[in-house]
């Protein structure tokens, strides 16, 4: 009479059980949606477009030179008195909050204001922030171009030294191979940052 | 013998009883979507329209969620080219989805009107009976002003 359990069979039940379940474990967490983003969303991400302007830090800037990291890419201006310093303030929080993640973010912000941002005052401006963002300056032309490529509108407020430039408030959320996946909006904290930038990171 | 039907007084009463109905049913009843989302679409052939000198209104300057029923602004370009759709610009065929978690008015900029500006008004979830018959109230208003 045969046994009820063949030793073949129950080596294979030892043996393959447990690697069966692993991968449905693995298979489980790859196919596992991602955690939903707080920023808005962009389905297809498709690649963010490169620029080549001139770095606060005195470098050549380009937006492909930090595939790698996760950038936070924003549009403002040093003689802004409240969008701005408010975003880069929760940007800095943001990326305090990350720890030693932080070095895998990038912020780059570009400036609307190329008449009266020159790289020495955006690095000033922005290292009162956090010395590691970076910003970026150019022509006007060069600048234009650049906002158009995202979207981004910027229009000079009044006459004279004293103007002010309306611009698009977003924060752009690009991936470490370059796509642009999300925009934040203006008034998110810094723990919606650090959420996102968490999702991105891993 | 019957006496005679008053027959105004009936229909006085059956009036005031549906009424009465439709606002036990509003105030009650909890409001619920299928979707949280909240889509607007850029149709094929809208720049082309554009571009023949056709007004072609697609987003509203003003769009109304509500926390945790439907509080995700979903845009959709659906044409051939680029489009500045609310708050960002779509390339063909991409989707933005964007989700509202603080009850508050959003000012946006959008080139798509003529103000220059799109506001999505974020109102908090309807959980009381009173807040239900206020929100679908304001709902109904909005749809009769929107027709």
Known sequence: MPPPFPCSAWRWARR??????????????????AEPLKAGVFDPARDAPDF????????????????????????????CLNV??????????????????????????LTVDPERDSAGRLNEFLASFD??????????????????SYGVTAEKVGTGADYSVAH??????????????????????????????????? | MHPPLNRPRIALAVIAAAGSSAVAWAALTPVAFSSREEPFQIPKG???????????????SRVYLTLGIRDVLLLQNH????????????????????PFEVASSYQFACTAHASGQMTV???????????????????????????
């Not at chain 1, 393959?16 to 449905?24: D, I, R, T």
């Not at chain 2, 979830?125 to 749809?143: G, M």
């Open chain 1, 84 to 109: 701005c310093p408010v975003t880069l303030a929760v940007l800095a929080a943001a990326r305090h909050k990350l720890g030693p993640m932080a070095a895998q973010v990038q912020v780059v912000y």
């Open chain 2, 79 to 98: 044409d051939d080219v680029p489009q500045i759709f609310g708050p960002t610009l779509m390339m063909p065929g991409q989707s933005f989805r964007l």
């Open chain 1, 131 to 148: 010395a590691d963002f970076v910003g970026g300056t150019g022509t006007a032309a060069q600048m234009a171009a650049v906002r158009k």
């Open chain 1, 16 to 33: 393959g059980l447990p690697a069966l379940a692993g991968l449905l474990l693995l298979t489980a967490a790859h196919g596992a949606p």
């Open chain 2, 121 to 147: 008004v974020v109102d908090e979830r309807p959980d009381t009976p009173w807040r239900r018959l206020v929100w679908r109230a304001r709902r109904a208003l909005r749809s009769i002003d929107a027709a």
């Open chain 1, 52 to 79: 080549s302007l001139q770095g606060s830090d005195g470098k050549a800037l380009t937006l492909s030179g930090y595939r790698g990291k996760v950038v936070l890419l924003g549009f403002g201006y040093t003689s």
């Open chain 2, 46 to 60: 809208t720049w082309a329209r554009r571009m023949a000198g056709n007004k072609v209104e697609i987003l509203p």
């Open chain 1, 168 to 202: 698009s408030s977003f924060v752009y959320l690009i991936t470490r191979d370059g796509k642009l996946r999300a925009l934040m909006p203006y008034g998110h904290t810094a723990d919606d940052y650090a959420h996102d930038l968490s999702v991105l990171l891993h």
